[in-house]
Each structure stands twice: as C-alpha cells, then as structure tokens.
C-alpha cells in the first residue's frame, strides 16, 4: 500500500506539512478526555513541556497500562512511559519537576495509598515510594481533590508534592482528625530525607501549605486556630531550611491595634534578604474569612524575623483615589475583590491580580428563608478584573480595572448566610471564577494573567473569549483576547511557554484531541 | 527519425524559452479550474477502471480491495485537482521529456501518463493507474534533462513492472490470510496487551513492505536504466541522479538568511542575527518521536541510495557521471529557474508563509531585480500578521526541527520573536532595502505587494488607493482573499 500512501500524502501535502511541522498536535484514538488528563510541566515559573496521563489497555486480569505522554513546550512529542498499575483504580495526583528530576505522585485507590516514582531528565527511573499510612483526612482530602479535577484551594486542603531545587520533593499530609500537618522530602531517588510535624503535645489545630523554594529555604503559610470548630485563624509565615528540614522562621502575621490582618502570600526577596507578607486587613472586631475586608496590607520581615515596615492600602482611600472612572461604578455595585495572585516583578514593583464577586440577592431564597426554610439559593455573580500596582517603594502607584461580562456562579446551601471573604473562597473552590492562571518567565519580567469570559448563563458556547492581561518590565498593560470558538466538544485552556498559552480541543466523535499552541499579542 | 524529433524539440523549447525571457516569470495562475478537474475525473476514473475488483475470492477480501481502490481514484483525483501545474512552460517541457521515453520504448504502455503537481517537496512516484507524478518541487534540484529522464524512467519502470498493484494485491492477500486473521482473532481475545501486540503485528507488516518496496526500487532502477539507454539520453547521469537523490534532503546551501540586510534598518535597528536561541529542553531523551512525514518514505529514503549507486555502477559496467555535472543547457537552466519560483509560489499558496519567504529570500541575493521574489516577501509577511493578529500564527509557522536546514530554523526563531508591531519596521525597512522605484507596478503580484506594504506600514491613505486600483485592475484577483477579505484567515488546520 505504500504506493497509495504516497499518494495521499501527495494530496494533501500542505496538510501533512503543517500538521507534522506546525507547532499544534493532533492525537487519535482519544476516548475521553477530562482537564487534568493532561498537566503542565514547570521548571521555575516558566512551562517546559507538558504531560498527558491516560489508560491504555489491560496487562493482565487485575492489571491496566497506563501511559505517561511527555511533549516538550512545543508539543513536541519527547517520549512515553508504560506503568503496570491496578486496573481502574489508579490515578494521577501531581507531576513534578525540581530542576534534576520528574516525580510524579499517584494514588492507589485500590489498596488506599499513594504512590511516588521519580525518573531523570532521560527519563530514566530513579526511584519509587508506596506511602501507606494515609490519615482518613489525607484520603478524604485526595478524594476531594480528585472530583474537582486538582483545582482545590489551599483552605480545603491539598496533597501536593512539592518541587525542591537541589534537594527533591516534599510531601505534606494530615495528622489526627485534621489537627496537624507533616511534611516529608524525599531525594530525587524517593528516599526520604527528613520529617517535620506539628507537636502532637500542642493544643492548636496547625495547617500549612508551601508557596515557594528559595535559594536555601521552603516558604510556607501556617494557619493556626485554636479548636476544629474555630473561625479564628491565626496565619504565621514560616520558613524551612530545605537541607535539614529544620524550621528557621515561624513568625505570626500580628494582629495590629487598629486591625486584624490575614496572610494571603509569602514570599522571599533575595535582593534586600527580606520576607513578604501580604494579605488583607479587617476591622478589628471582625474575623478574616468571615467578614469583607478594608484593604490590603504589605509586611516586610527580616531574615531574623523581625517586623521592618508595614503598609496599608484601604479600598475605599488609597485603592479608590486611582481607581479608573470605569471601576467606580462596580464597587459601588457592591461587588469585593478576591485576591487571586500576588506577584514581584524583577523591576521591584508588585503586582496583585484579583478579581470582582458578589451575592445576588434571590427573591425565591429570600422568601424561603422568611419561611423558615433552610435552603438557600443565592446566586453569585463574578464580575471584573483589577490589577493593583506597587511601586518599589510599596506605594500604590497604578490600579488597571479590566471589565467582563459578569457571569453566575451557584452557591451551595446556606451560603446566603456566608461572609464575603469566605464566600471568595467557596467559590474559588468551585472552580466558579473566571481567572485561570498568571504565567510568568524567570526573569519575572513579563506576566500575563488569563481569564475566561464567557456568558455561563447562556452557556459556554455562546460566547468565549480568553482574556490576556499583561504587564511587566515594559511597564505597558497590553490586552489581548483570543476567539476560542470552535467545533469541539471540549475545550480546556493550559499555560504555555512565555507569551503563548495552550488550547486542548477534544472531539468526541472523532476520539480526537488538538493541541496548539496560541502566540500572544502582547 | 528519433534524433530529427529530438532536434526539433530541443528547437521548440528553445523558443519558448527566447519568447519567454522578454517578460519576467510569473508563477502559473488560472482562475480556470476546468482543466485540471476534467484531469481529475479522467485520471480518477482511470485507476478505477485499471484496478478491477477480483470477481471471486472471499467477500471480505473483496469489500477491502475495493476500498482501497476508492481511496486510491480519490487521492489521485484531489492531487490533480488541487495541485495539477498546468502552465504552458514546465508543463510541456517535462512532458516533451516524458514522451520521448515512452516513444523510445514500445513495451511501455501508450496509457501511460505524466502528470507535473505544484507539490515543492523534491519528489516523485507512480500511482495505481499507471500515472507519474512529478513534483514541481523536485525540477531545481536536478542538474540536466537526463537526471530527470532518469527519474521519469524508474517512476515508469515500476508501471511496467505493475509494482503498484502487485503490491497492493500482496499486502491484502497477506492482510487476509487465514493466518493473520487467526493471529488477529487471538490478539483480540488475549484480553491483555492488545494494542503493543497490534503494534508489533504493525510493525511486522511494515517491515515486511519494506522488504518488498527495496525488491521493487532494485528492479525499478535496472529496468529504469534499460528503458533510459532505449532514449538517446545520457545513461551515465542515471547514477548521478541517484547521487543527487541522496542528498535530497539536504539544503541546497547552507549560507544563513541576510535577515538583517533585509528586515533591519534605522527604522526597525532590530538585529536578527542576535535572534534569542530556543530555549533549552528539560528533557535528555536521546531519539524524539519521528514526525508522520520522517516516517514516510521519500523517493531519496527508498531504502539506501548508497546501495542502488552501487548496483548502478555495476548495471552502467562503471560508466556512471559522478559529482556536480556542469549546466550546460540553457533550457534546462530556465528549467530549473523558473520551477524554483513556482516552489515559492506553491508554498504560498499552501499556507506555509514561512518556507515561501525562506525560499524567496534565498534566491533574492542571487535576483535582486526580481520583482515577484520581493512580492512574495511582501505578502508572506502581510499573511504572517494577519494569523498573529486572529490568533493562527502557531498554525502557519513551523516548529524547529532538527531535520530543517539551520538558516530555516534560524528563521523560524526570528518570527517566533515577532510581535505585531514589529512587522511594521521590517516592513519599512525591507521596502527602504529593496524599492526598485518602478513607478508603473508590473503585474497583479507587484500591484498585491505594494497594498500589503503600506498597509503593513500603516500609510493608510496610499493603501486605499492601491486597494482601489487592484480591484479595478484585477477584479476576483488571486490575492483578493488575503488582502480585503473581513473574515480572519483559514488555515490548514482549520479546513480539517
Ligand atoms: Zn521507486
């Protein structure tokens, strides 16, 4: 048939070209296709290939393949990786990358463990691990985590494997009944290094998640509270030194005279040695998470941990000065702001991403509510986009509001009678926001923030355009907005390489999934 | 007889080359499409008629044949339909050559026919009917009318030899045997494994065609020389062809792309040559997934040219031309010219902006004067921003590629770097570097490319006139589409 074949290849030979050498790839015999099916591959902050974790076909009677795709930045594919696991019962949690090695954490929901198996750059296996004293919140967490796809927020929890340059991965699980925390490194070989965990012996309820490796620390926010039951967190940062697990820095985030304060980032600056804390400030009768917050703050620790300045930013004086006419009318509207990210650009200013939400107040949930009905079908609604900028100087030198079509997100019973800082949260959560992620290079010169909008009501066919909001060094804001429409059953959005960012389409009928790659106009 | 035929053909070519050389070339265009579907439909009904569906034999066996001889009409009928270069230089010249050869040999079939395709890849091959196609693209990377009687000879030699077909029969019957059906049956049943052991059942198929397509190129290339001493031809080039066949996939040259004489100026100071490098993989694996066309064979990677040379050698009794062979005619070389502006144009016209500007701008240095090269520079660029703009630029720029000539990839990462402002100083400058300062356009591609420079250049007022000027001059032109068109451009990508 090879005579046939040629021809065909003659026929559409502009095809074959582009489809062979185009940096888009089109895969087949796809059966289903879900978002974490396929997962970025980051090294520092910038996306360096992608994998795609699916089953292939039975090993044996209790025994499925399952197959590891890698594809480099430019969807390229580099290689595949073939692993014996039990049949159906076998997922994909997290893929790392620390720089030396890939880990990639699995879980058995079969015999109710996880899993860690660590391969060199060549793809080589390094080593592996069967973790199998799982606390019932750890496997409670994972199954959580598993329905939501891996978009679960830090307040609900998370099993995460934590990448580590120079040392390995870190895992953390959950003690008691929730009460504590540990945290585990193991080598690029999977061995593990060091343990650290919360005093048994200690009455308060301890939860940590880690935000960032350092040059020699692990950056984390611990929260505190002193009961289950309890609404009153208290967030302190710490820090870890990544060789011998020992905690260096464990300072509160302080509650002030005038307010309360709640951490939101952590992180390091290596120029001036300095620890970040950001978060929002509330009255000081109020709770953070519980009631709306009055503005921003920024706190600046020394290595020893010492306070060195702090600096507030309320909505309504410093915020509101800069807001751009166009924005005045949304915070009139009621709307709050949900932080969604934090970042310091190489040029020392400080960018914080957030974007708007609000409850809807329903006549059917208010009537059922007068009625002594306990269900609550408040609706809420997102709104638009804010960029705050920082000059180096923390002073609050630019506020970037960028509308949206607002588009709904339903809460789950007895949110009417939530706060709005919880109820961020809860519908961060849900996956109900339409930020999606901020991409960053390693320099930290450029910063795109992607959000989808897209009429949700009429659903999401009518209208979808991903939204690009970036900055940086240029000191320009540049807006770009990508048409996503198109024939597929499925579309899902990704982070790419600096300046692109990645769309999956899946076709149904087909079993056909493309992937390509989207240059930015920015 | 044969050498007043061949004098007097040698004699018509030579003028149609003095006619031709007054004017500068243009690549083919019709709006005509008449011609090359009625084409179609006669060649698609011709492999239909050739290959007759064996009227016994299992059902089965029959349905599948049948298929195979559907998709095969229907192939051959898109590749004339679409790619048929019907122009009235290459078209007859190579055709001339063909019918020599047939002429030649009596035991050829008279149904035999040739069909010249815009395809630029370096290539050709003989599909079930009997038809040769030869691609355009193949034309400049010959050195004489001899290397490429040669290659017509061996396409032919594998129609006499009915390779097409007997191989065709002998992968269905094989593909149908009892035993692969029962091997089939009981990898399905297995349960377990079942698509590595389909892949290795795959992969033994293929080898196995290998095996046959190495058989067939042996005996296409010794009948191909026979039928290639029957001409009057010079036999010794056959081994040089093949020669030439093995490099096939090489660049021509391996000089870098003037990008900064060209697109850099006090305008635009970009420097090109400083274009950032790619950046590194995280990965080490050695061998990388070959991409569908590596895979596929092409007519130099019909298994081991090294090895044909050698058998050729002994078939030529060591009387075998090696090493570059001078130009010596001046048909051929206009041959040879204008078939590497019609590779241009034909990347173009497939959407593949950035191998028809790297093409042009190889040849540019070498035709300063060309007006048609600098307006393919033109309008690739004005293509290129509109699939940045509407989001498709991944869609018509090619990734990297170890198997691309490095000046490409060079170019390739230059217009990765490229954002939508930049093309308005490469554009500024390329004009500053190449205006010829006509002040009448020349043709319909001129005309084109001046709208699509100030429109790059944002001169909107000089645009509009030049919009106005081409739709009254070539109303339905060729580059309507891309330059006035309201819709975002279509890709390859997006016809699927
Ligand atoms: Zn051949």
């Known amino acids: 048939m090879l005579c046939i074949k040629r021809a065909a290849l003659t026929a559409c030979f502009a095809l074959a070209t582009a489809a062979a050498f185009a940096q888009t790839k089109t895969l087949d015999g796809i059966e289903n296709m879900t978002r974490s099916a396929l997962s970025p591959i980051y090294a520092g902050n910038e996306v360096k290939g992608y994998l795609m974790f699916g089953r292939g076909d039975k090993a044996d009677r209790k025994t499925d393949n399952y197959v590891l795709d890698f594809y480099d930045q430019d969807l390229g594919k580099v290689s595949n990786i073939t692993i014996q696991k039990p049949a159906n019962r076998f997922t994909l949690l997290k893929n790392s990358f620390n720089g030396t090695a890939f880990a ?187 009631n709306k917050s009055q503005g921003f703050f920024i706190k600046r620790f020394s290595e020893a941990g010492k306070a060195v300045s702090t600096k507030n930013y309320g909505w309504q004086k410093e915020v509101m000065a800069l807001m751009p006419a166009e924005a005045k009318a949304s915070l009139e509207d009621n709307y709050v702001n949900y932080t969604q990210s934090i970042v310091k650009g190489a040029n020392g200013k400080m960018y914080i991403v957030a974007e708007q939400f609000k409850i809807v107040g329903d006549g059917m949930g208010i009537a059922l509510r007068a009625m002594g009905g306990k269900v609550s079908v408040s609706k809420g609604k997102i709104g638009n986009m804010l960029v705050f900028e920082l000059d180096p100087e923390a002073k609050l030198s630019k506020v970037k509001f960028y509308q949206k079509d607002p588009s709904n997100a339903i809460l789950p019973p007895g949110s009417g009678l939530m706060s709005a800082g919880l109820l961020g949260h809860v519908i961060k959560s849900q996956g109900d926001f339409d930020y999606q992620f901020m991409q960053r290079n390693d320099a930290n010169t450029q910063f795109n923030v992607v959000y989808i909008n897209f009429d949700k009501e009429k659903g999401e066919d009518t209208k979808r355009v991903i939204g690009n909001i970036a900055f940086g060094d240029n000191g320009q804001y540049l807006e770009d907005k990508i048409n996503m429409a198109s024939a597929a059953n499925y579309s899902y959005l990704y982070p790419a390489k600096p300046g692109y960012v990645m769309i999956a389409d899946y076709y149904k009928k087909k079993n056909q999934l493309g992937m390509k790659l989207v240059k930015l106009n920015i | 007889m044969l050498r007043l035929l061949c004098l007097l053909l040698l004699y018509t070519a030579h003028v149609y080359s003095a006619v031709a050389q007054e004017k500068p070339y243009l690549p083919y265009y019709s709006n005509d499409t008449a011609r090359a579907y009625k084409l179609a439909v006669l060649h698609r009904s011709a492999v239909k008629a050739h290959l007759t569906v064996p009227k016994s034999g299992p059902k089965e066996y029959r349905e599948h044949y049948q298929e195979v001889v559907q998709e095969a009409a229907e192939d051959v009928f898109n590749s004339i339909r679409y790619s048929a270069l019907l122009d009235s230089e290459l078209e007859p010249y190579v055709q001339q050559v063909f019918n020599r050869i047939v002429q030649a040999n009596s035991q050829l079939p008279i149904s035999a026919k040739l069909i010249l395709t815009r395809n630029p890849e370096p290539n050709a091959h003989a599909v079930g009917n009997g038809t040769v196609m030869l691609n355009v693209g193949l034309l400049p990377r010959l050195e004489n009318e001899d290397q490429l009687a040669f290659i017509l000879c061996h396409e032919l030699a594998h129609v006499a030899c009915r390779h097409m077909e007997s191989s065709m029969q002998e992968q269905l019957t094989t593909l149908h045997s009892q035993e692969v059906k029962r091997e089939f049956r009981r990898i399905i049943n297995s349960e377990y494994n079942i698509s590595s052991k389909i892949k290795a059942l795959a992969l ?162 070498q035709q300063p004067q060309n007006t048609y090269l600098r307006s393919v520079v033109v309008l690739s660029l004005y293509a290129l921003r509109q699939h940045l703009q509407h989001h498709t630029y991944t869609e018509v720029v090619s990734n990297r590629s170890e198997q691309n000539p490095a000046s490409f990839n060079k170019l390739l990462l230059s217009l990765y770097d490229l954002r939508l402002e930049d093309f308005r100083g490469i554009s500024a400058c390329f004009a500053e570097k190449t205006s010829l300062d006509a002040t009448v356009p020349a043709d319909e591609y001129d005309l084109a490319a001046r709208y699509a420079a100030r429109a790059l250049t944002t001169e909107t007022t000089a645009a509009a006139a030049l919009k106005v000027q081409y739709q009254k001059q070539y109303a339905g032109g060729k580059f309507d589409k891309l330059l006035f068109s309201a819709q975002p451009p279509k890709t390859a990508a997006a016809h699927r």
């Open chain 2, 204 to 365: 033994g198929f293929s080898l196995n065609n290998n095996y046959h397509s190495r058989r067939h190129e042996k005996q296409a290339d010794s009948l191909g020389y026979v039928l290639l001493t029957h001409t009057g031809y010079d036999a010794t080039q056959a081994y040089r062809a093949l020669q030439l066949l093995d490099t096939i996939d090489e660049p021509e040259t391996t000089a870098p792309l003037a990008l900064s004489a060209y697109f850099g100026c006090t305008a635009f100071p970009k420097l090109f040559e400083a274009a950032p490098t790619k950046p590194q993989s995280i990965f080490t694996v050695k061998a990388s997934e070959k991409t569908v066309l590596q895979t596929t064979d092409t007519l130099k990677s019909h298994p081991d040219c090294a090895k044909r040379m050698r058998f050729m050698s002994i078939l030529a009794q060591g009387r075998v031309a090696e090493g570059p062979q001078p130009l010596s005619s001046p048909v051929f070389a206009r041959i040879r010219q204008i078939s590497r502006l019609e590779v241009v144009q034909s990347w173009f016209d497939y959407d593949c902006y950035d191998h028809a500007l790297f093409e042009a701008l190889q040849l540019l240095p």
């Open chain 1, 104 to 290: 990639f954490y699995f879980c058995n929901l079969k015999d109710e463990t996880v899993e860690i198996e660590t391969y060199d750059t060549s793809l080589k296996k390094l080593g592996s691990k069967v973790i199998e004293d799982l606390s019932k919140v750890d496997k409670m967490i994972i199954q959580n985590q598993m329905k939501q796809g891996g978009e679960t927020s830090s307040v609900s929890g998370k099993m995460d494997l934590f990448p580590v340059p120079g040392h390995g991965f870190v895992r953390n699980s959950y003690t008691g009944m929730a009460k504590g925390y540990a945290l585990v490194m193991y080598d690029d070989n999977a061995k593990a290094k060091w343990r650290l965990a919360s005093d048994e012996k200690s009455k308060l309820y301890e939860m940590v998640s880690l935000t960032e490796a350092t040059d020699k620390y692990i950056l984390g926010i611990m929260m505190r509270r002193d009961g289950m039951l309890s609404k009153q967190v208290s967030s302190s940062m710490i820090a870890i030194n990544a060789a011998t697990g020992k905690k260096v820095l464990d300072v509160p985030v302080e509650t002030s005279k005038t307010e309360q304060l709640s951490l939101s980032s952590f992180t390091f600056d290596a120029e001036k040695r300095e620890f970040i804390a950001v978060g929002e400030y509330y009255k000081l009768d109020d709770k953070p998470f519980v």
